[in-house]
């Protein structure tokens, strides 16, 4: 099984900050990786796919990048509605979904 | 704009099955993986499994034993049961559409509001 390692866990930033997350795969996942968004008591929401690409209406302030076993999540510049956690999914070549830890952003 | 809904009881008596069904409105099943994900409180999320529109299903191992995901396409609905459950299968359970098909490998764009299921006697 690939596994999925999130840092940080948890964070404190300010507003205006740059915010970065990172999440490394066990074996190399190509771009398959998503990122997601969940608020306290609401779903997750799917910010990003093919470890780049922005879903529609995701704020640009939301960017990610990498391939193969390194990933990053950057948040450009902080805002308060972006308390929340952020979890990091692979997809591998057996169909199976594997989501990271998970990063708790603290304003 | 296709939205999802759990359904089922909220509690469950420990060795019993969890049963659950999710619903599909504002739009076909269509030809998706339909998945589903469970979170136990305060935890991350923990993928299940999925079933596609073909009636194929894939799990994750650590469950494979115990899970059985179907679908009832003439109702738009797909369902999980989870056997011999324990209190660790206490957890909010969602149902979400997966993205592969098109092009956006195991991306779950569309989730129900989740279901908190408690296994306790």
């Known amino acids: 099984d690939i596994q999925m390692t999130q840092s940080p866990s948890s964070l404190s930033a300010s507003i205006g900050d740059r915010v970065t997350i990172t999440c490394q795969a066990s074996l190399d996942i190509s771009q398959y990786l998503n990122w997601y968004q969940q608020k306290p008591g609401k779903a997750p929401k799917l910010l990003i796919s093919g470890a780049s690409n922005l879903e529609r209406g995701v704020s640009s302030r939301f960017t990610g990048s990498g391939s193969g076993t390194h990933f990053t999540l950057t948040i450009t510049s902080l805002q308060p509605e972006d308390l929340a956690t952020y979890y990091c999914?692979?997809?591998?070549?057996?169909?199976?979904?594997?989501f990271g830890g998970g990063t708790k952003v603290e304003i | 704009q296709v939205q999802l809904q759990e359904s089922g009881p909220g509690l469950v008596r420990p060795s019993e099955t969890l049963s659950l069904t999710c619903t599909v409105s504002?739009?076909?099943?269509?030809?998706?993986?339909w998945s589903w994900i469970r979170q136990s409180p305060g935890k991350g999320l923990e993928w299940i499994g999925y079933?596609?529109?073909?009636?194929?299903?894939n799990y994750n191992p650590s469950l494979k034993s115990r899970v059985t995901i179907s679908q009832d396409t003439s109702k738009n609905q797909f369902s999980l049961q989870l056997h011999s459950v324990t209190a660790a299968d206490t957890a909010v359970y969602y149902c979400a559409r997966d993205l592969t098909v098109a092009g956006k490998g195991g991306a779950l764009d569309v989730w129900g509001q989740g279901k908190l299921v408690i296994v306790s006697a």
């Open positions: 504002g739009g076909s099943g269509g030809n998706y993986y």
């Open positions: 999914q692979q997809f591998d070549n057996l169909r199976a979904l594997t």
């Open positions: 079933v596609y529109f073909t009636g194929n299903t």
